[in-house]
């Protein structure tokens, strides 16, 4: 099972980060090891996936929880301490900041895989900005209840599907095809030619020395 997920890429100059944006030609990198930033030429950067409040269970923001919320065109990282919460808070399911603990426990949020980071880093760099994206959950515990609408016995908790790793799953989206070989051109034509004109393969192959 899937659901939709926001993404966010907010400036960080307080501590040593991965990613950093080049201020002067808005282009970000991603490095092994955590840099300094001087904030004047680069300005570090986190990555946050967030899930705005629903009825999902996950997306519920609780005691311990950190959450994003938006206030005078700023956005801020906030800890729950409180059952009183700012209009339209998402909830931080996954991010690359591990310095945000979860007091219970003492347990870093969930992580972003890096195949993501690498994708969301191409696209930002081509002018194209990743503004949501869909993650994997999985079920748990199961307590089964019988739906009248389905007709079968369904479970109705879900958490978010992680690695050993402790990461988020994140389906990236296949690359649309923008480029052919011959070979691939000419299959393509073929198709094209047979169905188009109603002509059996013959006449096709002789085109195909003609043309191609």
Known sequence: MKTTANVYLIEDRNSLVNIQKDVDYNKIGHFNE????DGQDYAGQHLYITLPQSDLEISKIKQGDWYLHKQAGEY????????????????IIATTNKYLIINIGGDILPLIPKSFIEHFISEYNKGNIVESVDIELEE???DEEWSEISGA????????????????SIIIPEKKKDSWNRDEVIELCKSAFITGNRVNDIDYFEWEKQNL
């Open 34 to 37: 955590p840099q300094i930033v």
């Open 76 to 91: 801020r990282i906030l800890q729950c301490n409180s059952n009183i919460l700012p209009m339209d808070s998402e909830k």
């Open 140 to 142: 748990y515990d199961h």
């Open 153 to 168: 016995y369904e479970t109705y908790k879900l958490r978010l599907k992680l690695n050993p790793q402790n990461e988020i």
